[in-house]
T-cell receptor, first 114, second 113 residues
Framework: SQQGEEDPQALSIQEGENATMNCSYK?????LQWYRQNSGRGLVHLIL?????REKHSGRLRVTLDTSKKSSSLLITASRAADTASYFC??????????????FGTGTLLAVQP | DAGVIQSPRHEVTEMGQEVTLRCKPI?????LFWYRQTMMRGLELLIY????????DSGMPEDRFSAKMPNASFSTLKIQPSEPRDSAVYFC???????????FGEGSRLTVL
Protein backbone atom coordinates (compact mmCIF):
# COMPACT_ATOMS: atom_id res chain seq x y z
CA SER A 1 0.00 0.00 0.00
CA GLN A 2 1.20 3.53 -0.67
CA GLN A 3 1.79 5.87 2.20
CA GLY A 4 2.12 9.08 0.23
CA GLU A 5 0.07 10.72 -2.45
CA GLU A 6 1.62 13.47 -4.56
CA ASP A 7 -0.30 16.32 -6.03
CA PRO A 8 -0.48 17.25 -8.84
CA GLN A 9 0.11 14.08 -10.83
CA ALA A 10 1.62 16.14 -13.63
CA LEU A 11 2.89 19.69 -13.86
CA SER A 12 4.10 21.65 -16.87
CA ILE A 13 5.85 25.00 -16.46
CA GLN A 14 8.17 27.33 -18.34
CA GLU A 15 11.85 27.56 -17.61
CA GLY A 16 12.52 30.10 -14.89
CA GLU A 17 9.20 29.56 -13.14
CA ASN A 18 8.85 27.92 -9.74
CA ALA A 19 7.40 24.42 -9.36
CA THR A 20 5.54 23.29 -6.28
CA MET A 21 4.64 19.68 -5.56
CA ASN A 22 2.71 18.42 -2.58
CA CYS A 23 2.72 15.15 -0.70
CA SER A 24 0.16 13.87 1.78
CA TYR A 25 0.65 10.83 3.97
CA LYS A 26 -1.44 8.80 6.38
CA UNK A 27 0.48 7.75 9.48
CA UNK A 28 2.95 9.26 11.90
CA UNK A 29 6.46 9.51 10.55
CA UNK A 30 10.00 10.05 11.74
CA UNK A 31 11.16 11.66 8.52
CA LEU A 32 10.07 12.42 4.98
CA GLN A 33 12.30 12.32 1.92
CA TRP A 34 12.03 13.58 -1.63
CA TYR A 35 13.51 11.72 -4.60
CA ARG A 36 13.88 12.52 -8.27
CA GLN A 37 13.69 10.06 -11.15
CA ASN A 38 14.75 10.89 -14.67
CA SER A 39 13.10 8.86 -17.40
CA GLY A 40 14.54 5.36 -17.58
CA ARG A 41 16.83 5.88 -14.59
CA GLY A 42 16.93 5.04 -10.91
CA LEU A 43 15.72 7.33 -8.14
CA VAL A 44 18.07 9.90 -6.69
CA HIS A 45 17.76 11.27 -3.18
CA LEU A 46 17.18 15.04 -2.98
CA ILE A 47 16.46 15.97 0.62
CA LEU A 48 15.36 14.56 3.97
CA UNK A 49 13.32 16.46 6.54
CA UNK A 50 12.75 15.15 10.05
CA UNK A 51 9.43 15.25 11.84
CA UNK A 52 10.66 17.95 14.21
CA UNK A 53 11.68 20.23 11.34
CA ARG A 54 9.30 22.55 9.51
CA GLU A 55 11.41 23.74 6.62
CA LYS A 56 14.65 22.79 4.91
CA HIS A 57 16.62 24.21 2.01
CA SER A 58 19.10 22.71 -0.40
CA GLY A 59 20.21 24.88 -3.30
CA ARG A 60 17.11 25.66 -5.37
CA LEU A 61 15.01 23.21 -3.35
CA ARG A 62 12.81 24.15 -0.42
CA VAL A 63 10.88 21.53 1.51
CA THR A 64 8.25 22.15 4.13
CA LEU A 65 6.63 19.69 6.49
CA ASP A 66 3.36 20.07 8.39
CA THR A 67 2.93 17.05 10.64
CA SER A 68 -0.45 18.28 11.89
CA LYS A 69 -1.79 18.11 8.35
CA LYS A 70 0.38 15.14 7.40
CA SER A 71 1.64 16.95 4.35
CA SER A 72 4.85 18.19 2.76
CA SER A 73 5.68 20.38 -0.19
CA LEU A 74 8.69 20.56 -2.48
CA LEU A 75 9.44 23.88 -4.15
CA ILE A 76 11.92 24.10 -7.00
CA THR A 77 12.81 27.70 -7.72
CA ALA A 78 14.00 29.11 -11.04
CA SER A 79 13.34 25.83 -12.81
CA ARG A 80 15.47 24.58 -15.67
CA ALA A 81 14.74 22.18 -18.51
CA ALA A 82 17.08 19.73 -16.76
CA ASP A 83 14.67 19.61 -13.81
CA THR A 84 12.23 17.66 -15.99
CA ALA A 85 11.69 14.40 -14.09
CA SER A 86 9.32 12.58 -11.76
CA TYR A 87 9.45 13.56 -8.11
CA PHE A 88 8.49 11.23 -5.29
CA CYS A 89 8.03 11.67 -1.59
CA UNK A 90 8.88 8.79 0.72
CA UNK A 91 7.96 8.28 4.34
CA UNK A 92 9.09 5.79 6.93
CA UNK A 93 6.03 3.69 7.63
CA UNK A 94 5.74 2.09 11.02
CA UNK A 95 5.51 -1.64 10.53
CA UNK A 96 4.94 -2.64 14.10
CA UNK A 97 8.26 -4.39 14.07
CA UNK A 98 11.73 -3.45 15.13
CA UNK A 99 12.44 -1.24 12.14
CA UNK A 100 10.54 0.98 9.78
CA UNK A 101 10.74 0.98 6.00
CA UNK A 102 10.46 3.62 3.31
CA UNK A 103 7.21 3.76 1.37
CA PHE A 104 7.03 5.88 -1.76
CA GLY A 105 4.21 8.03 -3.01
CA THR A 106 2.68 8.08 -6.46
CA GLY A 107 4.92 10.78 -7.88
CA THR A 108 4.56 14.08 -9.73
CA LEU A 109 5.74 14.28 -13.33
CA LEU A 110 7.32 17.69 -13.88
CA ALA A 111 7.94 18.99 -17.37
CA VAL A 112 9.92 22.22 -17.70
CA GLN A 113 9.57 23.78 -21.13
CA PRO A 114 12.63 25.66 -22.44
CA ASP B 1 32.29 4.14 -5.44
CA ALA B 2 30.42 2.72 -8.44
CA GLY B 3 27.04 2.91 -6.75
CA VAL B 4 24.45 0.16 -6.74
CA ILE B 5 24.90 -2.11 -9.72
CA GLN B 6 22.06 -4.10 -11.21
CA SER B 7 22.00 -6.64 -14.00
CA PRO B 8 20.61 -7.23 -16.48
CA ARG B 9 19.35 -3.77 -17.44
CA HIS B 10 16.80 -5.30 -19.78
CA GLU B 11 15.32 -8.78 -19.87
CA VAL B 12 12.73 -10.11 -22.27
CA THR B 13 11.48 -13.60 -21.59
CA GLU B 14 8.54 -15.83 -22.23
CA MET B 15 5.87 -16.78 -19.75
CA GLY B 16 6.90 -19.72 -17.63
CA GLN B 17 10.62 -19.03 -17.81
CA GLU B 18 12.78 -18.41 -14.77
CA VAL B 19 14.12 -14.89 -14.31
CA THR B 20 17.03 -13.93 -12.07
CA LEU B 21 17.84 -10.31 -11.33
CA ARG B 22 21.10 -9.39 -9.64
CA CYS B 23 22.26 -6.58 -7.42
CA LYS B 24 25.54 -5.42 -5.94
CA PRO B 25 24.97 -2.89 -3.17
CA ILE B 26 27.31 -0.10 -2.13
CA UNK B 27 30.11 -1.41 0.05
CA UNK B 28 29.47 -0.75 3.72
CA UNK B 29 25.70 -0.45 3.39
CA UNK B 30 23.99 -2.86 5.76
CA UNK B 31 20.53 -2.63 4.20
CA LEU B 32 19.39 -3.81 0.79
CA PHE B 33 15.97 -3.27 -0.68
CA TRP B 34 14.14 -4.64 -3.72
CA TYR B 35 11.40 -2.44 -5.21
CA ARG B 36 9.14 -2.96 -8.19
CA GLN B 37 7.81 -0.07 -10.28
CA THR B 38 4.81 -0.20 -12.59
CA MET B 39 2.54 2.47 -14.00
CA MET B 40 -0.47 1.00 -12.22
CA ARG B 41 0.99 0.39 -8.76
CA GLY B 42 3.91 2.79 -8.58
CA LEU B 43 6.91 1.83 -6.46
CA GLU B 44 6.31 -1.19 -4.26
CA LEU B 45 8.72 -2.49 -1.65
CA LEU B 46 9.09 -6.23 -2.15
CA ILE B 47 11.65 -7.22 0.47
CA TYR B 48 14.56 -5.85 2.42
CA UNK B 49 17.62 -7.33 4.09
CA UNK B 50 19.73 -6.26 7.03
CA UNK B 51 23.22 -7.71 7.22
CA UNK B 52 22.21 -10.32 4.63
CA UNK B 53 19.17 -11.46 6.61
CA UNK B 54 15.66 -10.96 5.17
CA UNK B 55 13.75 -8.72 7.57
CA UNK B 56 10.46 -8.01 5.84
CA ASP B 57 9.20 -9.89 2.80
CA SER B 58 5.56 -8.91 3.18
CA GLY B 59 5.65 -7.17 -0.18
CA MET B 60 6.64 -10.24 -2.15
CA PRO B 61 3.63 -10.88 -4.36
CA GLU B 62 3.52 -14.66 -4.19
CA ASP B 63 5.55 -17.81 -3.88
CA ARG B 64 6.85 -17.43 -7.40
CA PHE B 65 9.10 -14.67 -6.09
CA SER B 66 12.15 -15.35 -3.95
CA ALA B 67 15.13 -13.26 -2.91
CA LYS B 68 18.47 -14.16 -1.44
CA MET B 69 21.50 -12.35 -0.14
CA PRO B 70 24.32 -14.88 0.23
CA ASN B 71 26.87 -12.23 1.19
CA ALA B 72 27.17 -8.50 1.80
CA SER B 73 27.99 -7.71 -1.82
CA PHE B 74 25.39 -9.68 -3.75
CA SER B 75 21.65 -10.25 -3.87
CA THR B 76 19.29 -11.94 -6.30
CA LEU B 77 15.58 -11.69 -6.97
CA LYS B 78 14.18 -14.72 -8.71
CA ILE B 79 10.82 -15.22 -10.39
CA GLN B 80 9.86 -18.77 -11.25
CA PRO B 81 7.74 -19.25 -13.25
CA SER B 82 7.38 -15.75 -14.70
CA GLU B 83 4.05 -14.34 -15.87
CA PRO B 84 3.18 -11.34 -18.08
CA ARG B 85 1.89 -9.42 -15.03
CA ASP B 86 5.42 -9.54 -13.60
CA SER B 87 6.52 -7.11 -16.31
CA ALA B 88 7.93 -4.08 -14.51
CA VAL B 89 11.12 -2.27 -13.62
CA TYR B 90 12.80 -3.86 -10.61
CA PHE B 91 15.04 -1.64 -8.53
CA CYS B 92 17.61 -2.56 -5.98
CA UNK B 93 18.64 0.02 -3.39
CA UNK B 94 21.02 0.06 -0.47
CA UNK B 95 21.47 2.25 2.57
CA UNK B 96 23.18 2.53 5.93
CA UNK B 97 19.83 2.29 7.74
CA UNK B 98 16.19 1.57 6.98
CA UNK B 99 14.83 5.09 6.89
CA UNK B 100 17.78 7.17 5.78
CA UNK B 101 18.84 7.99 2.26
CA UNK B 102 18.43 5.17 -0.24
CA UNK B 103 20.86 4.73 -3.11
CA PHE B 104 19.15 3.16 -6.11
CA GLY B 105 20.52 1.18 -9.00
CA GLU B 106 19.46 1.93 -12.54
CA GLY B 107 16.89 -0.85 -12.49
CA SER B 108 16.19 -4.00 -14.45
CA ARG B 109 13.37 -3.68 -16.96
CA LEU B 110 11.60 -7.02 -17.24
CA THR B 111 9.20 -7.89 -20.02
CA VAL B 112 7.40 -11.22 -19.86
CA LEU B 113 5.68 -12.16 -23.10
Amino acid sequence: SQQGEEDPQALSIQEGENATMNCSYKTSINNLQWYRQNSGRGLVHLILIRSNEREKHSGRLRVTLDTSKKSSSLLITASRAADTASYFCATDAETGGATNKLIFGTGTLLAVQP
Amino acid sequence: DAGVIQSPRHEVTEMGQEVTLRCKPISGHDYLFWYRQTMMRGLELLIYFNNNVPIDDSGMPEDRFSAKMPNASFSTLKIQPSEPRDSAVYFCASSRDTTGELFFGEGSRLTVL
